[in-house]
């Protein structure tokens, strides 16, 4: 699976959109770009996922570049309860387990 | 809609003891996976099953062993507890090809 790399930490102001960054320019054509997020000390919560095409939920919106290097997943609205490390995984759509590195720390302050 | 149940959800235990933990899966979800996270440490795998046979392994020590029953739920047994061993343990199920992992609300433990 491709590796990724993200901000080590991001803060947002309440009711702002939080836009998390990722890149992963060594993602392969079969692999999908998913992202989890996990709250102090929960299980991981899936928010998201897509392969070439921008994709939204009621969760959130995930923007991928054309190339398929990076992309953003984006709280429309951030809340004080979207404070979490936020993972962004690659890997293929059947691919089994998820390999999880450095996420982002997103902090949402009123 | 159910989702997937670890417990305990504490445990305390002395070196050198052993410990068990529980996962059971969301039903209709045949694929379960096990990982540990340490304090301030992202989860890191260490052994997957489907159908009651293992799939995948990762960086689980020779202390640990897994298993999946026929009601597909499954156990980790830890022996010969160390410190490190001190961590939160998150089990993970997926339905067949399922396109994600729903992960429970983990079991912290604790070897003294």
């Known amino acids: 699976d491709a590796k990724t790399t993200q901000p080590p930490s991001m803060d947002c102001a309440e009711g702002r959109a939080a836009n998390l960054p990722c890149n992963h320019s060594?993602?392969?054509?079969?692999?999908?770009v998913y992202w989890y997020r996990q709250i102090h000390s929960q299980g991981p919560q899936y928010i998201i996922h897509?392969?070439?095409n921008n994709e939204t939920n009621e969760m959130a919106s995930l923007i991928i570049t054309e190339d398929r290097k990076s992309s953003t997943l984006i709280l429309p609205h951030a809340t004080l309860r979207d404070t979490a490390v936020y993972y962004c995984?690659?890997?293929?759509?059947?691919?089994?387990?998820?390999?999880f590195g450095q996420g982002t720390e997103l902090s949402v302050k009123p | 809609a159910a989702g997937v149940i670890q417990s305990p959800r504490h445990l305390i235990k002395e070196k050198r003891e052993t410990a068990t933990l529980k996962c059971y899966p969301i039903?209709?979800?045949?694929?379960v996976y096990w990982y540990q996270q340490g304090p301030g440490q992202d989860p890191q795998f260490l052994i997957s099953?489907?159908?009651?046979?293992?799939?995948d392994k990762g960086s689980i020590p020779d202390r640990f062993s897994a298993q999946q029953f026929s009601d597909y739920h499954s156990e980790l047994n830890m022996s010969s507890l160390e410190l490190g061993d001190s961590a939160l343990y998150f089990c993970?199920?997926?339905?067949?090809?399922?396109?994600?992992?729903?992960f429970g609300s983990g079991t912290q433990l604790s070897v003294l």
């Open positions: 993970a199920s997926r339905e067949g090809a399922g396109e994600k992992l729903f």
């Open positions: 060594t993602i392969s054509g079969n692999e999908y």
């Open positions: 897509g392969l070439k």
């Open positions: 995984i690659v890997r293929v759509i059947q691919g089994g387990k998820l390999i």
């Open positions: 039903p209709r979800h045949d694929t």
């Open positions: 099953f489907y159908e009651k046979m293992q799939s």
